[in-house]
C-alpha cells in the first residue's frame, strides 16, 4: 500500500513533465515534389537531411533515468507550450509547419531568380491561450477575415481593429476554417494581460498574416506527420538541390536545422541537444545550425560532427560549398526579391 501511495504521488509529480529525445533523421529530398519539364528538376547522390526532436511524457519509473541521460531534456508542460491548451498542441505544429513550408518554396525560388508574388488572404490564428476570450471559439489553423464587416486581410489590420474595441464589448468574427465551411464567431473581448504593457482590448490569439504564394513552379512539400517550423532551412536546400543541375552537397550527407523566414533569414529552434544526438547517430559529415544554437550544438558534436553556423541562406550555401558541395548549377541571387 505505500509503495502504490508513493507511487501515485509520483505520478501527479511528473504528470506534467516532458522528456525530450533524440528523434529521427529524413533525406527531405524524398518529402519534396516539384512539376516541372523533366530537364529542370535533378536527383543528387547527397542528402540533406532534417532531424526531430521525440517528445514523450515522463513516468514515475523512468524520471531517473531520463534526468541522468545527458541527450535528454526533462521539461515542464508549460515550457513547451506556453498559456496554450494541450490538447491543440498538434493543430499548432500543423500550422507552424504549413506556413514554414511555403516558405521553404518561395525562398528558395526567388533565390534561384523567379517571380513569387503573394497574396494575403487574412489573419491565421497560430495559437488560442487557455482561458482567453477566443478559447472555445477559435483554433489554431482558423482564419479571421474579418471583424463586424471590417476586412483583416493582414495581422497589423487585425490588431488595429482589435485595439479600436474596449475590454468588455463585443465583437463578430468571420472564420474560414483550415477545413470545413465558413463561419461566425461573436467574442467578447478581454483585457490585456500586465505583461503587455498598457491595458488594451484582448482576444487571446497569437496570430500572423495568412498568405498564398503563387508558386511559378508547382513545389509539393509533404513532412508527413513531421510538424513544427525548425525544418524550414532544409527544406529550401532541399528545393534547390531538386532545382540544381549539380550536386549541391557534393555527394555527402549534410543536416540542417532552424527556421527560414521570407528574408532568408534563420531563426532559432529548440531542441538542438536532442537534433545534434540525432545527427551524430545518422553519420552526417556536417551540421548547419542557427547562430543562438551554435555553442551547444558544437558542445554536443562530439569529434566526428562538423558544427557550421549559418544566419541566413546564403551562408547555409557558403557552407556547402566548403564542404565540397557544386554550386555552380544554382543561379545568384537576385538582386532585389519580387513583392
Known amino acids: 500500500m505505500v509503495l502504490g501511495i508513493a507511487y501515485l504521488v509520483a505520478q501527479n509529480y511528473t504528470s506534467k513533465l516532458y522528456a525530450l529525445a533524440p528523434g529521427g533523421t529524413l533525406p527531405v529530398q524524398g518529402a519534396i515534389t516539384v512539376k516541372a519539364p ?44 506556453g498559456n496554450s491548451k494541450p490538447s491543440q498542441q498538434g493543430q499548432v505544429d500543423a500550422v507552424q509547419m504549413d506556413t514554414s513550408t511555403q516558405t521553404a518554396a518561395v525562398v528558395a525560388l526567388r533565390h534561384l531568380g523567379y517571380q513569387v508574388n503573394i497574396q494575403n488572404l487574412g489573419t491565421l490564428v497560430a495559437e488560442v491561450e487557455a482561458h482567453s476570450p477566443a478559447d472555445g471559439r477559435l483554433v489554431p489553423g482558423d482564419t479571421i ?7 483583416t486581410p493582414t495581422n497589423d489590420v487585425l490588431q488595429t481593429v482589435i ?18 465551411a465558413d463561419r461566425t464567431e461573436t467574442v467578447k473581448l478581454g483585457q490585456s494581460p500586465r505583461s503587455e ?15 498564398q504564394a503563387q508558386l511559378p513552379l508547382d513545389v509539393t512539400i509533404d513532412p508527413g506527420n ?26 555527402r550527407v549534410i543536416a540542417a536545422t532552424g527556421t527560414i523566414n521570407p528574408d532568408g533569414s534563420v531563426g532559432p529552434i529548440g531542441g ?9 547517430r545518422a553519420g552526417a559529415v556536417a551540421f548547419l545550425v542557427p547562430p543562438d544554437e551554435y555553442a551547444q550544438a558544437e558542445q554536443h558534436a562530439g569529434s566526428h560532427l562538423r558544427v557550421i553556423k549559418v544566419n541566413n541562406l546564403d551562408d547555409a550555401l557558403n557552407a556547402l560549398r566548403s564542404l ?6 544554382i543561379a545568384p541571387a537576385p538582386a532585389r526579391a519580387a513583392a
Do not use: C, M, W
Not at 525544418?231 to 550536386?247: P, R
Open 197 to 211: 504593457g498598457t491595458p488594451h482590448a484582448f482576444l487571446g490569439i497569437s496570430t500572423s498574416t495568412k498568405e
Open 324 to 329: 565540397g558541395g557544386d554550386l555552380s548549377g
Open 163 to 180: 485595439r479600436s474595441h474596449q475590454p468588455g464589448q463585443t465583437v463578430t468574427l468571420a472564420i474560414r476554417p483550415a477545413t470545413g
Open 272 to 280: 538542438i541537444v536532442q537534433k545534434t544526438a540525432a545527427v551524430r
Open 145 to 151: 477575415t474579418a471583424i463586424d464587416g471590417t476586412p
Open 38 to 81: 523533366p530537364n529542370q528538376v535533378h536527383n543528387h547522390n547527397g542528402r540533406i537531411l532534417l532531424v526531430t526532436v521525440s517528445l514523450r511524457s515522463v513516468q514515475p519509473i523512468t524520471y531517473v533515468f531520463d534526468q541522468l541521460d545527458p541527450n535528454v531534456q526533462v521539461v515542464h508542460q508549460r515550457d513547451l507550450i
Open 226 to 251: 513531421i510538424g513544427g517550423p525548425s525544418a524550414g532551412l532544409a527544406f529550401t536546400l532541399g528545393v534547390l538541390d531538386k532545382l540544381s543541375t549539380t550536386d549541391i552537397t557534393g555527394g
